[in-house]
Each structure stands twice: as C-alpha cells, then as structure tokens.
C-alpha cells in the first residue's frame, strides 16, 4: 500500500512514526510517500482522529494508493461533497441521497 502524503513532509513524518508505534513496518520516501505491506485505511483514520487533524482526508484512489491531504473547500464553490468517501455533488438533496447509500444516517 502506498500512502501519498501530497508534499506534506510533517504529517509524513508523524504518520510514520504513529505506525512505527503501532507495530507496523513502513519505509518514508521522497516526497512525503509512505509505502507499507499492510492495508493501513482504518489506522490512518484513527492517526486522523487522535491528531485532530479533521481538515484532511483520506482518499482512496485505487485498492493500493491512499492519497493523504487537506480538504479543499468546494462548497465555497456551490458544491457539496460527501463526509465519507469524498464524492461531488450539485446540491445538499442529492448529497442527502447518495450519503443513504453508505447506510449511515448522519447528523
Ligand atoms: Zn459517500
């Protein structure tokens, strides 16, 4: 699994560290890329959590690559985006709708 940290060499750093501490074999690269043997989604979400870095999402690009990065605020743009998986829409019903697919109701 590779963990792109988008340049941020800080939260590379920490991240590494937070799963160094949990046990976990990671090597930190150039450019902020974490790579690793294990599937690190649900770790890296609490290392989110206990850090309280709440402006950055995990994104899931294909089943190997996790791209790391701090949100860009779009719904200044008029669009709304989804909590949990980040996808895009035009307007709060259709974010109502398609957050009913993840089977969670939320706040
Ligand atoms: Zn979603």
Aim: hydrophobic share 35%; aromatic share 8%; proline share 2%.
């Amino acid at each position: 699994m590779i963990i792109d940290c988008a340049n941020d060499s800080e939260l590379a750093a920490e991240l590494g560290t937070y799963l160094k501490n949990h046990y976990i074999d990671v090597r930190i690269g150039d450019a902020s890329v974490i790579t690793t043997e294990s599937n690190l989604e649900e770790i890296i979400k609490s290392f989110l959590e206990e850090t309280k870095r709440s402006g950055y999402s995990l994104r899931k690009i294909d089943p190997t690559n996790i791209l790391l990065a701090k949100e860009v605020p779009i719904e200044n743009f008029g669009f709304f985006r989804c909590e949990m998986c980040g996808y895009v829409v035009s307007n709060e019903e259709e974010l109502l709708t398609h957050r009913r697919a993840h089977g969670i109701q939320l706040l």
